[in-house]
């Protein structure tokens, strides 16, 4: 459970951190302990210089993936384990279970095209 907190803590850091960063320019030293600081601050754990230099500058753009490999570093875990336990696969039904319902209308609702389940509610034309 504690990774899930820390990833969206750190989440919630790397965001902070991106509204405040000059895309063109990264962080000088004093502005990256500064921007640390208050990330820190702000999301409840500690954030380092190096996480917000980064931050600014994430491999390909993208935070997701430099997020996710500072919360398994910090629990000493494979990106791939914390990746997991954040987001399970989802399984195929069983052959024994249902299928959830189709519609999600309720009896009484009338909004939707075509209702009859209310007798004072013609059908809708199609």
Known sequence: MRPLCDYHALYR???????RVNKAHPPTPEQARSLADSASRRAGVAISPALVAAVASPKDGRIA??????????H?????????????ARRPLSTGDTAPPQDTASPGDTDSPGDTDSPSAPPTPR
């Open 13 to 19: 850091a790397a965001l902070h951190i991106k509204a």
């Open 65 to 74: 993936p430099l997020i996710l490999a500072e919360t398994a570093a910090r």
């Open 76 to 88: 000493g875990l494979s990106p791939d384990a914390v990746r997991e336990a954040l987001f399970p």
